[in-house]
DNA sequence: AATGAATGAGACTTCATTCAT
DNA sequence: CATGAATGAAGTCTCATTCAT
């Protein structure tokens, strides 16, 4: 069994190591350190800003070696990209899984949220970077289009819940999408930061939704 | 007056100068249209994506003569980002003026944000721009570091009216605090989508944290 | 007026030099040198072999330096062609208009191409490394048929005349054809060896056209 | 008896290996097999457009597993050229020996280039090759020299012949050396094209050293 | 005999920056 | 003030070759 090493930070082991094949080598583990220290440089620094050597030193090899896996740092990144696709939407449908109300089901997709980016850090904070990636890379927003446009179908799909429950008022739909899309983009935005800031915005959404956050002030005064 | 250029969409071309050299070439108005361009450039591509010579040639310039404005890219960077700080902070003081409450002035803000959106599209996702691409490149985040101190602030010194106010019990302001942080954040990521949905997401907020956008479902299953 | 430098051989100047531009540099001077060494280098080594390194240090600047001039290296390449079939196509158009026979236009032709040779040897071996170029490298092939396919014409029009004089009977047109042809690419194969063997092949092929190279043996044995 | 598979294109794949790991396979196979493949690749694009792992996947192998065979990329090479020869060369003396005239030879040696063309398609268009490579590779013309040289040795020596036999007059004999090269080389070139015009070449060569490919015009004009 | 992981040199290309004019 | 020629560092990718297994 592999162990998952996701959440170790992005090792920068360059060790010296003389022509042929390394003794007692699994390709799988190379593979596996690839993907993890690309998913962890790519959510840090975006895809721009990552070279190919960087993520070839921090997985303990040369930068042409990269090339017996992935056929370009583009396929590179979407392979990262799908394998996060698979992890975060098993683990959303789970959670939308867990309630009937629109209530709950935003509750409990905020706390999956919320342990994604305690069990797989750079997994989490990657997601961001792929926004931000599409939009300043053409060939990112290429690749990677018709996943994100899956993505936005998601939040319509717990709104309309919502809806069904008498929890929101049609009219309001709208407003509950835009709001249910800003929140999640803003935490993913920021995950990378400490988990507790996190924990807190989580919750106080959560309260503010029970309408126990904020309570109208003792003396209105504008 | 000189026309606000900030509106126009980055312009990828100098304009077809007719009547060969424009008597007027003022110093002043190629300043003008270099940071107008930069601003808009890097807030759609970012710090990394955009070169020289892009920023130039929109500008109507070669890259070599940017050097006659700025000392590099680093510095036309973050002179178009202190010219934000100072549009922003303007409109934003102002927001917070208007009201006594956490509501008020949070409400306020928020519709302070949507209208430099509306005003200054590419000022708004300027800044979102500046989050990232402090976090991607080192000598960004060195440059900027202070202003982002400053802006951090800010969100505790409204929640603390809050908190004066009642309106916000004091073991709830970390919650408030990120809450705000998230919400401003998502909110600036998705401002350079249509001003349509950015309306809907404030609009949301404000229903929210009023109470009325969400209630109980008819009947609760889960 | 700018000197043919056409006859030089590829220098190989690799002048140290400091950074901004250098002093008293004439950007036509440069191109010219560029174009060339590139045509020489082509034409002695082709495509695959001449290194964007091997083009700019000859021409005495850095390879970055080259894409001030050209898109690409293969844009050189396309470039260097494109400057021969002029030169070439003038001389043989020439050539041509000075008789009305087959014989006399072949002739002519040959001897055309003799004196291409000698005064621009690169440009008519360069010739020659196209045709290989095209077939090694698909890349060349794509930008480049179009004027191969040119060129074959031009020897059918050439035997043309020759049927319509009645000097070729027109059931040999194919094999009359198919002579000159070989007899063309043999010629820009050997052009870079010595300019006599070159000067007594096109004398053989003159002389064998009228029936005064080789004659019956003197008793026939086999 | 192994199948000659020098006619074959040139296999770009592995044999889809049915039923596991083949019980024959031979050395000598896998041997014959790479040969073959590197005559038709090199003949078709040369040596510095070939890769080994062209070579190694078209002969169901990996690249690494070639140098079980060979020392090197250019060992290789120089071993398909040394098999080349051999083959060519039999032939080539045999066709010499069918006749005692200048012409009889020279026809012969035209017919048995065509029918190796027939024969080895490959083969025949890697002479070709070898020549250019020659030129454009230092370090295949230092391991090549000195075959080229015997061959050049030939073409005097058919020519003497014809010297003998009185069919060539001695001042002219660098002439028809010349013409022979030419010829040769032209025919040599133009093999990789169709079978038809090939022919048609030869015939051409053999019909005008009769004399009976081109008369004087009608009315000479010029 | 063969695989396939890995190296290291070197290719093409981009780009921030410098500087003579 | 502006151009545009040029550098040099760096980035993506290719490939001949080596070698543990």
Known sequence: MRKPTA??????????????RPP????????????????CLFAERGYGAV???DVA???????????????SKLDLYVQVDVDMQRTIYRRFQEALASSDTFIGKFSALLEAAHQLGVDHPFAASFVGAVRTDMRRHPEVAERLSKYSEER???????VDVGVATGEIAP????LVVA????????????????????????????????GTLV????????
């Open 7 to 20: 959440d170790a930070p992005c090792d920068d082991t360059a060790t010296g190591r003389r022509r042929g």
């Open 24 to 39: 007692a080598t699994d390709s799988a583990d190379t593979r596996q350190k690839i993907f993890d220290v690309a998913r």
């Open 51 to 53: 070279t190919n050597k």
């Open 57 to 71: 030193s921090a997985a303990g090899i040369t930068s042409g070696a990269l090339y017996h896996y992935v056929e």
């Open 152 to 158: 936005e179908q998601f939040f319509v799909d717990v």
């Open 171 to 174: 009219a309001d739909k709208p």
């Open 179 to 210: 709001f249910v899309r800003t929140v999640l983009i803003g935490l993913t935005e920021t995950i990378s930061e400490t988990p507790q800031q996190h924990r807190h915005a989580i919750d106080g959404v959560t309260k503010l939704l029970r």
């Open 215 to 222: 309570t109208a002030p003792r003396h209105e005064t504008a």
